[in-house]
């Protein structure tokens, strides 16, 4: 069984825990010790645990990422108003094959979503997104990834698969069950115009940075449709995570990815959420720590709703345009919009009930102006295809 090549947490975590606060995180986290072995999984809700493999690593570091630090930055933190159970299940280690441990992370994960877990993957590099990607072979026919990136990470060499190119193999590997794909944050200097071409080609949606920093609010539909979320946290400025090496003096602000992670959380559709690419720092372990405290932090906040005309919780919203005629939905608990994309029946269905594509109230006042809304009319492209 997978679950039987994870390490626990290690003894100094723990001994750490020891000497917090009733109210803080390492006081209310069950943790796969030495002692007790894994938690007890009925009842949890999130389950975090490490990848210590980085032999895909496109640049390679002086050291790994020290998790264990990120653990007791993380669990000194105070418990916020949640009724979420986590668990922390320890490390993955590298196994024989880099192959190796791809295959236990895709089993955890898998095993982690069928028992209704949200995985918080801490891996020390971005390839681990595509043996999460895998998991939910068994689990959804079609996926939304939502990368949070300053590159799109399709690399040169469709057979080459590093923290620079995960992307190609995810796009090219059978079977291929990927529905779309988004970027949030992409720099355009580190990115070839091909790639941006591809992007547009395959109807894959991205973000730049300024974009993004300018109203952050564009990213909650984003994430609000996705259900794996993988974070480069070079996406983040290096003045932030306290060094220079790998990463960029352009990025997000902490505030800002915070506010990411928590939107991350607030999906009721996100079933895993990866950090990967973090480097030693004090402060990048603090970082990572926030961004996690976050996230779970949104988890709190979930509703399940679904519009439809008969809700009475949502209003609906005919606008007819030149060419189409767009059905917009605004909930009134959330103030959420929807829009209709008519060329994707909804998943999981045997019905013929239309997909709604997560949007803006800008996107129902552009439409009001006769401007359809790009994602939109990506979706309804891909939705012919």
């Not at 100094?12 to 803080?24: G, M, R």
């Not at 389950?47 to 493999?53: D, H, W």
């Not at 026919?141 to 590093?162: K, P, T, Y």
């Not at 690419?277 to 996690?292: D, K, L, R, V």
């Amino acid at each position: 069984m997978a679950f039987d090549f994870l390490v626990p947490v290690k003894d100094k975590v723990l001994a750490h825990s020891e000497l917090l606060p009733e109210q803080a995180l390492g006081k209310n986290i069950h943790m796969h010790t030495e002692k007790d072995g894994l938690p007890v999984f009925a009842h949890a809700d999130v389950a975090i645990f490490g990848v210590l493999e980085s032999r895909n690593a496109f640049e390679k570091k002086p050291e790994k990422l020290d998790l264990d630090e990120v653990r007791i930055q993380l669990y000194r933190l105070m418990m916020g108003n949640w009724n979420s159970t986590i668990i922390d299940i320890g490390d993955v280690e590298e196994g024989d094959t880099v192959e190796d441990t791809y295959f236990v992370v895709k089993e955890i994960v898998a095993g982690l979503l069928e028992e209704n877990i949200i995985p918080i993957v801490l891996g020390l590099t971005q390839d681990i997104t595509f043996p999460t990607y895998r998991a939910f072979d068994k689990i959804k026919n079609m996926v939304n990834l939502v990368s949070i990136d300053s590159r799109f990470d399709f690399g040169e060499d469709d057979e080459l698969i590093s923290s620079h190119s995960y992307m190609s193999k995810i796009i090219t590997d059978k079977p291929n069950n990927l529905f779309n794909f988004s970027n949030i944050g992409y720099q355009s200097y580190f990115n070839a115009q091909e790639e941006k071409d591809l992007m547009e080609r395959l109807f894959f949606d991205a973000y730049r940075l300024g974009e993004i920093a300018a109203n952050i609010e564009l990213a909650e539909p984003v994430l609000r449709s996705s259900d794996i979320v993988s974070l480069d946290l070079r996406a983040i400025r290096a003045s932030e995570m306290g060094m220079t090496r790998n990463f960029s003096p352009n990025g997000f602000t902490g505030r800002e990815i915070c506010t990411i992670a928590r939107y991350a959380g607030i999906s009721d559709k996100v079933s895993l959420f990866g950090i990967y690419e973090g480097e030693n720092s004090h402060q990048a372990f603090q970082m990572i720590a926030q961004i996690i405290w976050y996230f779970i932090e949104g988890l709190s906040f979930r509703i399940k709703e679904y519009p439809s005309s008969k809700n009475e919780d949502f209003t609906k919203f005919t606008v007819p345009t030149d060419t189409e005629e767009l059905i917009f939905f605004k909930s009134h608990v959330t103030e959420r919009w929807w829009v209709e994309v008519p060329t994707i029946l909804a998943e999981h269905t045997k019905t013929n009930s239309v997909a709604l594509l997560p949007c803006t109230e800008e996107d129902y006042l552009d439409a009001c102006n006769q401007n359809i809304p790009e994602r939109w009319f990506k979706a309804y492209r891909k939705g012919l295809n």
